[in-house]
């Protein structure tokens, strides 16, 4: 991995004499305000970086200046690795004092804490080796780059490697786009400060958006198989999920109930679904609730509900705050959060004044909102209403995107046909639920969280699938993948459809509508 840091340090950071040669970014306009031509100071700039389609535009670099010197993410994650204590004091949650003997931090009570504190002994800096061979290793690493430690520049990729397109009348682009995004926003909140330990967490912000450009681009060079394979040659595929296979409630009230689980249906969990259908959840979440409370893109003025009060307020919200709900590493990040249970029933909150917004949820009845006169077009009861917690929000903005995408499990080893399956999948939240309309009666749910029930986290799949994955309840996994292109969807109701998917080689339904218990059993103790 050293010869990637090697690059990466190189990668990131300019000198002084490359500077003068390049063209800085100091827009996020993506147009002139009156034309369609890119913006001359921003991210696509013809400009900076050339005509499209042009080789100056695959061979030109630009830069975002950070305002402040900042601890440079390769030598930050050797120094957080060679000593986990340098990460507590960085982010404010331990004390200590700097050992000038020693030239080391030691913790202290009555110490110092924080970005600031922890920059300033820098370079006096000898982490202690503790003998181990990656121990020696991240010692030499940052001896070797101590004076590349921190940078005022962040370099920018040429955009001929990640340009805006269209496609079917719609703007696409590169995901690092946003990420150099959140690192401008960061970096304008320092422009024109006198940089102290007020700032300390906009520094650690900045430098974790940093981090994030400088994952993305290992994950491009390097990968996980230590080449460009991970990126073009290999079988994974994003956002993939692995789920414990769990039993199956068979017995619902009637045939005609909507809890009764067709053959071709899985149930999963929010988290799972989060995860499989990202780019769909990212969009609806985005385009959800959160317009009401970012109403404005041009501002950090947003309209949050007073925690005393219960009305809806027009605050002015860090950029932080912002970018985490309306970009897509932002709100990716949230969801990745959310594989936490603790943070699963937490409430959406800001500075500790104000919530995020309200959820009425009774007798049925189920509504999202940012002030209590909200419900008296409806008669609904105050007494009902509580702040939003992240699973109230998530499943009430992904909840219909079931009927939109179609899933695939996968149970190694692939043996057979039958390894590999398609299905509908079927939401389940918590193990209690709500079977909830909204008032207008557009939207209903029939899986409504209780927040205050266990999470559902497996995958239960039809009795039918068992025999064919080879699998049961002790612990057995598969693999669940979301498609959800139009095509993609139509392709897996085809499949579906189709007579032939149910039968195998051997004229055998692949998909048995019984399973003897009994026989399932002794095959996993026989053999």
Not at 175 to 186: M, P, Q, S, T, W
Not at 219 to 248: C, E, H, M, P, Q
Request: proline content about 4%; aromatic content about 12%.
């Amino acid at each position: 991995m050293n010869k990637l840091n090697n690059l990466i340090i190189k990668l990131l950071s300019v000198d002084s004499k490359v500077i003068r040669q390049l063209t800085p970014i100091t827009s996020l306009k993506i147009y002139t305000s009156s034309t369609e031509d890119f913006d001359p100071s921003g991210l696509f700039s013809n400009a900076i970086f050339g005509l499209q389609g042009s080789n100056e535009r695959l061979r030109t670099f630009s830069y975002i200046t950070l305002n402040s010197n900042i601890l440079h993410p390769v030598i930050y994650n050797t120094l957080i690795k060679s000593n986990s204590f340098y990460k507590s004091i960085l982010e404010g949650n331990a004390t200590a004092v700097f050992d000038t003997k020693k030239k080391d931090f030691v913790k202290d009570p009555k110490g110092d804490t924080g970005y600031t504190f922890f920059i300033k002994h820098l370079n006096d800096l000898n982490p202690r080796n503790t003998g181990s061979k990656s121990s020696k290793d991240n010692a030499a690493f940052f001896k070797k780059y101590r004076k590349e430690a921190m940078f005022k520049h962040l370099l920018v990729i040429p955009a001929g490697w990640r340009d805006l397109e269209i496609r079917n009348e719609r703007p696409v682009e590169d995901e690092i786009n946003d990420l150099y995004r959140a690192v401008f926003r960061l970096s304008s909140v320092l422009e024109g400060v006198t940089v102290d330990r007020q700032y300390d967490k906009t520094l650690l912000r900045l430098t974790k958006a940093i981090h994030d450009v400088y994952d993305y681009l290992a994950d491009v060079l390097y990968g996980k198989k230590k080449g460009l394979n991970k990126r073009f040659a290999s079988r994974s595929v994003d956002n993939a999920t692995r789920n414990v296979i769990t039993a199956l409630d068979m017995e619902p009230a009637d045939l005609d109930s909507d809890e009764l689980i067709h053959p071709n249906e899985t149930v999963m969990g929010l988290f799972q679904f989060l995860k499989g259908a990202l780019p769909k959840c990212l969009y609806v979440i985005r385009n959800g609730f959160s317009k009401q409370v970012f109403y404005n893109d041009e501002t950090n003025y947003v309209y949050l509900t007073d925690k005393v009060t219960l009305t809806k307020q027009q605050v002015e919200v860090d950029t932080a705050f912002k970018d985490l709900w309306t970009t897509e590493a932002g709100l990716s990040s949230l969801i990745e959060d959310y594989r936490n249970e603790v943070i699963r029933s937490k409430i959406i909150e800001f500075d500790n004044k104000y919530y995020f917004g309200l959820i009425y949820l009774h007798d049925g009845v189920v509504m999202l909102l940012q002030d209590l006169s909200e419900l008296e077009p409806y008669g609904l009861e105050k007494k009902h209403v509580r702040p939003m917690t992240f699973t109230d929000l998530f499943y009430y903005e992904v909840a219909h995107l079931t009927d939109e995408v179609i899933g695939a499990h996968k149970r190694d080893p692939v043996e057979n046909k039958g390894s590999i399956s398609y299905f509908k999948p079927v939401l389940h939240t918590t193990v209690k639920v709500n079977k909830c309309t909204t008032p207008d009666g557009n939207k209903t749910f029939s899986s409504f969280p209780d927040i205050t029930s266990e999470y559902f986290n497996s995958a239960s799949v039809n009795p039918n699938k068992l025999e064919p994955f080879g699998g049961d309840f002790d612990g057995d996994m598969i693999t669940m993948y979301l498609a959800y292109l139009d095509e993609s969807v139509a392709e897996g109701n085809m499949i579906l459809n189709d007579p032939k998917y149910y039968i195998g080689v051997d004229n055998k339904v692949t998909f048995p509508a019984s399973t003897d218990t009994a026989e399932l059993v002794l095959a996993h103790l026989l053999g």
